[in-house]
Structure formats: C-alpha cells, structure tokens
C-alpha cells in the first residue's frame, strides 16, 4: 500500500538499512518479490547484515536467497 501512495521503494535507514533487506532477513517471500518488482537495487548496501542476500543467508531463507540471486544478487 504504501508503494502505491508513492513511498520511495529504496529508502536507506534505521536496523536493516532498507525494506528488502528487513524483509529478506524476516523470511517475507511475497514482500521481498514485491519490492524487487517495484524496482528495489538487490544490491544496495547498509543495515546491520550489509545487504538483503547476506540478510536472507544468515537468517537461513534459501528461497528469499533464490530469488535475491535471480535477480542479480
């Protein structure tokens, strides 16, 4: 919803750094396809894992892994 009223898909701040990479280590397989079809960089950098792939790798989420992969991680 709030990618829809325009919120900026690649925000950096707070804990994880940005959206993909909270939800990538929270496991949130329909939300990390959400922001990648909204155009969220697979590769940005920040937050306490450095970016969604080491996120989703530490947390042990090998389909988010999968799909973070797929799409040029």
Request: avoid cysteine; proline fraction near 0%.
């Amino acid at each position: 919803m709030l990618l829809d009223k325009g919120a900026e898909v690649n925000a950096q701040g707070g804990r994880f750094g940005n959206a993909l990479q909270a939800a990538s280590s929270k496991g949130h397989g329909k939300i990390v396809q959400m922001l990648l079809d909204k155009g969220a960089e697979v590769n940005a950098q920040g937050g306490i894992f450095g970016n969604a792939l080491q996120a989703a790798s530490s947390k042990g989420h090998g389909k988010i892994v999968q799909m973070l992969l797929d799409k040029g991680a």
